[in-house]
């Protein structure tokens, strides 16, 4: 079993930037990837950036890339998601999401099993 905690969210105006962190529980974290989703409202929720269970091997939303970055710490547990030159159309909960133990790098929300409550990002214009 996986726990995770997200945390970071906050109220921006566009242009600004903001680092969301989820902290995970349990000794296998490191097998596993890991993933940010996001739902904005009255939408669904939409992968944004997955990262390789090694950290090697990145991919991300063509909304996101070039302004994202996630990284992690296997020694703390921990995912991160630096996100610059936010845009209103960021606005959303950001949800951290674990994958099986030594899985694929995947992009659908159904490749996770663990999820985490979700932080709120809002951006102002």
């Known amino acids: 079993q996986v726990q995770l905690v997200e945390s970071g969210g906050g109220l921006v105006q566009a242009g600004d930037s903001l680092r969301l962190s989820c902290a995970a529980s349990?000794?296998?974290?490191?097998?596993?990837?890991m993933g940010w989703f996001r739902q904005p409202p009255g939408q669904e929720r939409e992968f944004v950036a997955a990262i390789s269970w090694g950290g090697e091997a990145r991919n991300y939303a063509d909304s996101v890339k070039g302004r994202f970055t996630i990284s992690r710490d296997n020694g703390r547990n921990t995912v991160d998601l630096q996100m610059n030159s936010l845009k209103p159309d960021d606005t959303a909960v950001y949800y951290c999401a674990a994958g099986p133990q030594y899985g694929g790098n995947y992009r659908t929300q159904r490749s996770f099993p663990y999820w985490g409550q979700g932080t709120q990002v809002t951006v102002s214009s």
């Open positions: 349990g000794r296998t974290f490191s097998s596993r990837p």
